[in-house]
Structures are given as C-alpha cells and as structure tokens.
C-alpha cells in the first residue's frame, strides 16, 4: 500500500528557533497533502492543505506566516514551524492524497515537536 | 458548519460481545464518511469508507442520511480490535479535506 513518511520522527529545539518537518509519499504522487496537529488525547486539526506547486491553504486560525509549508514536488511536502514557542509543542501528522486511490488519504507516523 | 461528534471518549466491552461506535454528523452537503483506526503505537489508517460499503475486519457502517449517523458495528469484537477509532467526514468542495471526530478508545477486555 501506500507510504508516507515523516522527517523527524521527534524534535526538541530551544523557543525562538526554526525547525522543518518533512513529509514524503514514497511510492506514489501527491498534488496534494495536508498537516494536521494533534493535542494530547485530542482529535486531529487540520492547520493547511498543501498543493504541489502553489500555496498553502491555511484553515481559520492558523497563522501561515508562523508555519510556512512548501509543497515543492509531488512526493515532498515540508513544515516550517518558525519562531517556535512552548504552546507549538505538539504532535504534527501529515497525510497525503492519492489521486488514483479514490479520495483516500493516507497518513504519516507524526512528528512530536517539543519547544524548550 | 461541518462537525463530526463521537460521544464516547472510551468504549469498554468484552471480547465476543458486539461493538457499536457511534458517530454523528453535520454538514450542509452530500458527505462522505470514513472510519479510520489507530492501532498503538501505529500511525492513523483507514478503516472503511461509507461508499465502498465494504465490511473490513469485520466491521461495518451504514449511513443514514436521516438521522446523520455513521455508526460502526462489529457483532463479535476481538482483541486485536482494541484501539482509537476516528470518524472522519470529507468536504467535497473543499478539496477533499477531512474533519475528524474526537475519537472514541475502544478497549476489548478478556
């Protein structure tokens, strides 16, 4: 089946600095993936849809100066949590969309960011 | 606006005995609906899709548009069944986003 992956699998960074997530679908092509942030014991919030070769779409509430996303390729998406703070600690899942598997999304491992 | 609600945080039933996860929904168009699991320590995987109208695992979902439910049924849980069960509901004319349920721990005790 379909895999994603994730790049870092966890993360810990002093408050103020920068830190990259990526996420790659390895054996198809995704024109469109999605972050999700996940607080503990909570459901999944979608932050952005991520299109190949354009921008972002942030949901309400999200600041996308604040996490940037590059959807370069077809197979990598990254996340750019900039300036992070304590309250970014969370976990970040990424999803990506097959187009041939029929609106399935299939989902990474996470990455659990912790901001010192 | 869409939501999707889970009213059981956790689910606790004996294994044999049958499964009913409840999901209810609002959305103003056509939905479609998912079941996704999350086995421990497992990232999050699709169950079933309402439009498929398959039985997974032994697992099944109806829905009804009347009463905007989405439940999932199991007649007989097994212990491997054990884990997070998200519902999920995409918005078609939104590119296909996904809004999730809070999920519900289903936990299939001996």
């Known amino acids: 089946g379909a895999v994603v992956s994730q790049h870092p699998s966890w993360v810990i960074c002093k408050s103020g600095t920068s830190v990259k997530i990526e996420c790659r679908s390895l054996d198809f092509q995704a024109t469109t993936m999605f972050w999700y942030r996940q607080f503990p014991k909570q459901s999944l919030m979608l932050m952005a849809t991520s299109n190949e070769g354009s921008k972002a779409t942030y949901e309400q509430g999200v600041e996308k100066d604040k996490f940037l996303i590059n959807h370069a390729s077809l197979t990598l998406s990254t996340l750019t949590v900039t300036s992070a703070h304590p309250e970014d600690s969370s976990f970040y899942i990424c999803s990506a969309r097959d187009s041939v598997s029929y609106n399935e999304q299939f989902f990474g491992p996470g990455t659990r960011l912790t901001v010192l | 606006a869409q939501r999707v609600t889970q009213p059981e945080k956790l689910l606790s039933v004996f294994k044999g005995a049958p499964v009913e996860l409840k999901c209810n929904y609002s959305?103003?168009?056509?939905?479609?609906l998912f079941w996704y699991v999350q086995y421990s320590r497992q990232r999050l995987q699709l169950l079933l899709r309402h439009i498929s109208r398959e039985s997974i695992k032994g697992f099944t979902a109806d829905l009804n548009k009347g009463e905007t439910s989405f439940h999932l049924k199991k007649p007989f849980a097994q212990e491997e069944d054990s884990a997070m069960y998200y519902c999920a509901l995409s918005h078609t004319g939104g590119g296909n986003k996904l809004t999730f349920g809070t999920g519900t721990q289903l936990k299939v005790e001996l």
């Open positions: 959305y103003s168009g056509s939905p479609e």
